[in-house]
């Protein structure tokens, strides 16, 4: 079946520091890929999106790029701020398929 | 983007209660709903789907009896847990996916969540 993997965190920055989450999935056909990013108590949202082959989703300065040749997509940002500090799912849809999640990665950002 | 709310976003109950959450698409139709459990350790766990005036889907595992889901419209759908206990205390999040202008199936939609304490 689907599985979406992220890696492992904590992962803790500096203020300014450049930031890599990875994901990588598994699925059959031509999944729609997405982050979505989660501050404390509070529930998801969509951060980015990206449907199909090489697209690039960006926005408030996260980018994340669909790469089907190593079934990635992989979040970054340039420089982190301390209100970026929260938990970034990855995840994948096919069609009218429940969407599989990520187990999450924390983002801690130091001033 | 396209809007659901949470009611309440916090509530603390007595064991053996029986708790009411709503969620509802604010501007969209919301053909059908997910609502998830989320752990400490921030996972989601899937609960159920529920689309419009038909019975939810539930997950396995997840015991339907004790945590009833209604879709009675395309913007409302709510989650009872029936005799909560304190294992039930969670924070449990609802999305929503529609069809037409505000997004495909595939696009989820999520409210701000419930935090439930069950004492």
């Known amino acids: 079946g689907d599985s979406v993997t992220q890696m492992e965190g904590p992962v803790t920055l500096s203020e300014e520091a450049f930031l890599t989450i990875n994901c990588t999935y598994t699925?059959?056909?031509?999944?729609?890929l997405f982050w979505y990013v989660q501050y404390p108590g509070e529930g998801l949202q969509l951060l980015l999106k990206?449907?199909?082959?090489?697209d690039k989703g960006s926005n408030k300065g996260f980018e994340a790029t669909y790469r089907k040749e190593t079934t990635s997509f992989h979040l970054e940002k340039g420089s982190v701020q301390v209100s970026d500090s929260a938990v970034y799912f990855c995840?994948?849809?096919?069609?009218?398929?429940?969407?599989?999640f990520g187990r999450g990665t924390s983002l801690i950002v130091h001033p | 983007g396209a809007v659901v709310s949470q009611h309440p976003s916090r509530v603390i109950c007595k064991s053996g209660t029986s708790v009411k959450i709503e969620c509802r698409s604010l501007?969209?139709?919301?053909?059908?709903m997910f609502w998830y459990r989320q752990f400490p350790k921030k996972s989601l766990m899937l609960m159920a789907t529920?689309?419009?005036?038909?019975?939810?889907?539930?997950e396995q595992g997840v015991e339907k009896d004790k945590f009833l889901i209604n879709h009675a419209s395309l913007t409302l759908s709510t989650l009872t847990v029936t005799s909560a206990h304190p294992e039930d205390s969670s924070f449990y999040i609802c999305s929503a996916a529609g069809q037409g202008a505000f997004g495909s199936y595939n696009e989820q939609f999520f409210g701000p969540g419930t935090r439930l304490t069950v004492l």
């Open positions: 699925a059959t056909g031509y999944p729609s």
């Open positions: 995840a994948l849809s096919r069609g009218s398929y429940i969407p599989t």
């Open positions: 990206a449907t199909k082959a090489d």
């Open positions: 501007d969209f139709q919301a053909t059908t």
């Open positions: 529920s689309n419009e005036g038909s019975k939810a889907t539930y």
